[in-house]
């Protein structure tokens, strides 16, 4: 009697803490690199160099290799991913870039709910770490969209260490090199090549580092700043549920790679190659870091964790491989929207498991929040909630159809099979037909041997494209 005096004491004294012994609600964090292609990492066995972080999630948890995102490039599909919602719906195609990110015009509409708001309007302290490219005004900044806090950068890209770029190897697109020809040439650490036929877009122009509203002199290689902050949040919230964005900029260009790892991979001959893979491990390490911190606070069996890419690797850019895939960044063959797809949930999820229904990043809102027991409002989401598929509590494949319009390009992924225009011609679509089954890598065009399928799919892609905004 007199224990159970005590502890009725303390719940009175402490109800806070008692609701939390009792609820336990998961933490959730999503990883999402840039520009990461479907075969860099080491959860394929086509991978040239070690990611022990990210093969530390695969190892415990679900590999999607069906993982797709609605847009090849950065800004649309982020825009998916925080909404749960085909960015197509709410007239979100283009990425912005340069200049057009302080458009006061551009940026994810304010009628759009996150992730982040629902987790905050659950009571969730809420934190983005990195790179948003979700409008660059003063509406769209992420803490008017969810997030008690934010360090990092609103445009599409950023230097990882400032001119005169001291203790990294940089590589830099030009127009010509500095003796007016063609080609490429290092002079000191710096490498300037001319094989993309542009010069290095002006990341930080107008785009500063900030913590909050506030611009910050940032004096660490940013990915280890991203790290910093993502662990220092993890510490300052571990008593209570959160939700993290780890938006790295890694493996985005401009091509900057930390020294400490040039040395690491000195054996890659082609410069290019090398500070990819410095960039690279430099972000796996920058995770098992945050992983750490998750262990020692005693957080890792009860949070979630996901890791996806925001598209596919801009392969002569960065030299990304998204083998076995055709295409790249900007297409919507495979290699532009099939990414790198974790999910990790220790005792909830199986470890060491492989799903290979398609699955998209519209999942993930619906997923997380039923994670953690939150409702979202019915029939707002393009998602599925993925945990009864993941556990084989369900069957049926989570998608029926997947659906993408880009501009002037477009697909439908129906079971098997994918319709694709991935031509930039607004007035002339190019429809190609694929069986993913036996053909991933989307070689054989079966347009003309099954016309009356091709014909079908193109509808079913027209009636849904007639849901959307006119573009």
């Known amino acids: 009697m007199r224990a159970i005096a005590i502890l009725c004491c303390l719940s009175a004294l402490c109800p806070d803490s ?34 022990p972080a990210i093969e530390s999630i695969r190892r415990n948890g679900v590999c999607l290799t069906s993982g797709y995102v609605t847009a090849s490039y950065c800004s ?14 709410f007239g979100y195609e283009k990425n912005p870039v340069g200049a057009a990110n302080e458009d006061p015009d551009v940026g994810l509409p304010v009628s759009e709910k996150t992730l982040a708001q629902y987790f905050k309007d659950a009571g969730y302290k809420t934190a983005l770490v990195g790179k948003w490219h979700l409008g660059g005004t003063a509406r769209f900044h992420p803490q008017r969209r969810g997030f008690d806090e934010f360090f990092g950068f609103l445009h599409e890209g950023h230097y990882y260490v400032p001119p005169p ?32 036929g542009n010069a290095e877009p002006a990341y930080d122009a107008n785009n500063p580092i900030l913590r909050s509203s506030q611009p910050v002199e940032e004096a660490a290689y940013f990915t280890d700043a991203i790290t910093r902050e993502a662990c220092g949040f993890i ?65 890792n069996d009860n949070t979630l964790i996901v890791f996806l890419s925001d598209n596919g690797g801009p392969t002569r850019e960065l030299t990304s491989s998204n083998a076995p895939l055709r295409g790249e960044k900007g297409d919507l063959y495979e290699g532009g929207i099939r990414v790198p797809f974790l999910m990790q949930w220790n005792g909830r999820l199986p470890a060491g498991s492989q799903f290979d229904e398609p ?23 393009d998602g599925v909630n993925l945990l009864p598929f993941l556990t084989d509590e369900e069957s049926n494949p989570p998608h029926d159809e997947l659906f993408w319009r880009q501009n002037q390009k477009a697909a439908l ?46 509808e079913r892609w027209e009636e849904i494209a007639a849901e959307m905004p006119p573009q």
Request: contains cysteine; glycine residues 6%; proline residues 5%.
């Open 165 to 196: 770029f001291e203790g990294v190897s940089t590589m830099l697109r030009v127009k010509r090199l500095p003796d007016g020809s063609e080609g490429r040439v290092t002079i000191g650490s710096t490498t300037f090549s001319t094989h993309m």
């Open 359 to 381: 699955v998209c990043a519209t999942d993930i809102l619906p997923t997380t929040l039923a994670a953690a027991g939150i409702v979202a409002p019915a029939g707002r989401s």
């Open 76 to 89: 649309p599909s982020r825009a998916a991913l925080m909404t749960g919602r085909y960015q197509s719906r």
């Open 235 to 299: 510490e300052r919230s571990r008593d209570q549920p959160f939700f993290l964005y780890v938006a790295y900029n890694a493996v985005h260009s401009p091509l900057q790679g930390a020294e400490s790892y040039m040395r690491k991979f000195r054996h890659i001959e082609d410069i290019q190659r090398r500070i990819f893979a410095a960039m690279l491990a430099n972000m796996d390490d920058s995770m098992a870091e945050v992983l750490k911190v998750l262990q020692k606070n005693g957080l």
């Open 413 to 458: 992924r129906k079971g098997d099979w994918k319709l694709v225009n991935n031509s930039r011609k607004r007035n002339e679509p190019q429809w190609e037909l694929f069986n993913l089954s036996n053909d991933t890598s989307e070689t054989h065009d079966l347009a003309r041997r099954e016309p009356e399928r091709l014909q079908m799919l193109i």
């Open 18 to 51: 008692a609701l939390r012994a009792t609820e336990q609600r998961p933490n959730v964090i999503v990883f999402l690199a840039d520009d990461l292609g479907y075969a860099e990492s080491a959860w394929r066995s086509e991978f040239d160099f070690p990611t």
